[in-house]
């Protein structure tokens, strides 16, 4: 998929080609309604030259022929429509399908960089602007391609001064609606691009409304809004006022053509080398032709805008991977669940000054359980990000049963690794999609005895729709000591050897905290466990306890070990226990 990258030709290329049948389909229908619809003013002219000189049966053949004309064009186009109502469709679901894959692969540096609501905007801008694309190559400028040569064709066949006339203006308007389209690319790029801000910023906000509510800030988003949308308008008055004044440039053009070529017609047909019908018949590729270059920049305009919404969602959603799988990365299992750090560079962005980590090793044995202590932004959540391969070192190396994770795919890591964070991450769906999502194939028995190991049925059976029940966006209708528990079920349900928690306790009440705390004992039975917690007396039972102090380790040991030597952790211990003011 890296192909795409910042290339809509290819992207629309490759979506297009997945049905290519019914693309020589459209060209075969919309090429021929075209030259059927474009007899129609020879023949009336043909009617008019036979009504001047009395010629009946001419006028009833060609009458006959121009309505045949009539009826079989408009049943290609009707044609062209019912291959487009299957072939559009196909594309704009295909096209949002290919955005919406590439776009889950990126790594979790690449969503916290970015607004949720702009990149599902993206997604969309791609998908419609590829549906968007298609007819208006196809009915505007296709159509209009045949169209144009053909009335050229039949100009020259009246009277070559006439035809160079005619084609003269023709060049003049479509050259200067053509040299206009890179101004309006770019107008359309930024326009595309203001209007994902806006949507981005308000999905935001509505994400986020009980924050919003609670700080009393709807005035304040209210304000923000107001901002993204002026940008908007900025953009769109611009391109539209932009696009008045290649059409009023584009009237001029075609009224020049037309009074042109009807003085020098006018003329000819005084000196006979005109016939009325051959007049009538110019009047009529003029007349037929007076919308389509009058709004030839509008066409241009339509497409530049769906062009260049494609380009601004390409760019963002099919930017290079971050983190991706080596090339030589083997299908792998972990099954003893050995962790080493091995000399650990790291620092979040490449201009960052701050390093989290300088040379850091660390060994974790098979089956060991390990807390991490430190302050806030002592490195721990870091740890934990590199050794799931959110992010990635500078240098040194992460290995796992001695494989460097580097050289693992991604799928086959983070299934060894069952992961419960701090904010529960769960979904607008059931209660057992929720607590299943890491095991899929559980069985609905197997679920229910994870939820009551994880002391969540408790909940549940209350809830008139039970483990069917709806939790909300981000499981806002459960309260954050329910959405822990079931992140803690979907944790049991993972069969994994090593397993990590994040602060997995912290909204837990204690009572509910100490029924957990048995159940994460069984859980942590034959697994290698890695545990972050700010409350203390939550490790005491680890074997290990590695303490952080900004990026790295500075002590290691067991609780008792630890406190005797009276360094940082019998520091934070006194500031907990509250024996040290």
């Known amino acids: 998929m890296q192909k795409f990258q910042h290339d809509p030709h290819s992207f629309l290329l490759f979506v297009v080609g997945q049905k290519k049948h019914f693309c020589f389909m459209m060209i075969i229908f919309v090429v021929s309604a075209r030259l059927l619809y474009m007899t129609v003013p020879f023949f009336t002219k043909q009617i008019t030259d036979a009504l001047t000189n009395s010629y009946e049966n001419m006028v009833y053949l060609n009458v006959g022929l121009l309505l045949a004309a009539i009826i079989l064009s408009t049943i290609f186009y ?75 064709a039949l100009a020259f066949s009246v009277n070559v001064y006439i035809g160079g006339i005619f084609l003269f203006f023709i060049l003049i308007s479509v050259s200067l609606s053509a040299a206009m389209t890179k101004r309006l690319s ?86 006979d080398a005109l016939s009325p019908g051959d007049i009538i018949m110019m009047l009529m590729l003029m007349n037929g032709l007076f919308g389509d270059l009058q709004f030839l920049s509008s066409s241009f305009n339509r497409f530049m805008e769906r062009y260049g919404q494609m380009r601004e969602g390409l760019e963002e959603v099919f930017a290079p991977y971050a983190i991706v799988d080596h090339s030589a990365a083997k299908n792998g299992v972990i099954k003893n669940g050995v962790i080493v750090f091995d000399n650990v560079h790291f620092r979040y962005e490449e201009e960052d000054t701050q390093v989290v980590f300088d040379h850091l090793s660390l060994t974790i044995s098979a089956g060991q359980k390990v807390g991490l202590v430190g302050e806030s932004g002592a490195g721990k959540s870091t740890f934990v ?59 609905d028995e197997e679920a229910i005895t994870a939820a009551g190991r994880a002391y969540a049925r408790e909940f549940i059976e209350k809830m008139p729709d039970k483990y069917d029940t709806l939790v909300g966006e981000r499981g806002i209708k459960l309260s954050g000591g329910q959405k822990q528990r079931v992140m803690i079920a979907r944790a049991m349900l993972k069969k994994s050897p090593i397993l990590v928690l994040d602060e997995a306790t912290s909204a837990l009440d204690s009572r509910s905290e100490k029924y957990i705390q048995e159940a994460l004992e069984g859980l942590m039975k034959n697994r290698t466990t890695i545990v972050i917690a700010h409350r203390l007396s939550t490790l005491k039972k680890m074997d290990r306890i590695v303490v952080f102090d900004n990026g790295n380790i500075v002590e290691d040991g067991s609780h008792e070990e630890l406190l005797a030597i009276k360094g940082k952790y019998y520091m934070l211990w006194q500031h907990q226990s509250g024996t040290l003011m």
Request: charged share 20%; hydrophobic share 50%.
């Open 78 to 152: 009707r044609i062209t429509g019912l291959i487009a109502a299957r072939w559009n469709a196909f594309m704009e679901v295909h096209a949002a399908q290919l955005a919406f894959d590439y776009l889950i692969g990126h790594s979790a540096q690449y969503f916290a960089n970015r607004l949720s609501g702009k990149l599902q905007n993206k997604v969309l801008n791609i998908s419609t602007a590829v549906s968007g694309i298609m007819p208006i190559i196809f009915w505007d400028f296709l159509d209009l391609v045949v169209k144009l040569i053909l009335s050229v």
């Open 186 to 271: 770019q107008y359309s790029w930024e326009q595309a691009d203001a209007s994902s801000e806006v949507r981005g910023t308000m999905v935001d906000v509505v994400s986020n409304i009980l924050a919003v509510k609670q700080n009393v800030a709807t005035v304040r988003e209210s304000k923000n809004a107001e901002n993204v949308l002026a940008n908007y308008s900025q953009k769109r008055k611009r391109t539209w006022t932009f696009f008045e004044k290649i059409l009023f440039l584009n009237n001029v053009v075609i009224f020049f053509m037309i009074s042109s070529v009807m003085i020098v017609a006018v003329y000819l047909w005084k000196l």
């Open 385 to 443: 990000s590199l050794l799931l391969r959110f992010v990635e070192p500078e240098n040194g190396n992460i290995r796992i049963d001695g494989c460097d994770i580097a050289y693992m795919r991604q799928d086959d890591l983070r299934d060894a690794i069952a992961y419960v964070p701090q904010d529960a991450l769960l979904f607008h769906r059931s209660l057992k999609d929720n607590i299943t999502y890491g095991n899929p194939n559980a069985t």
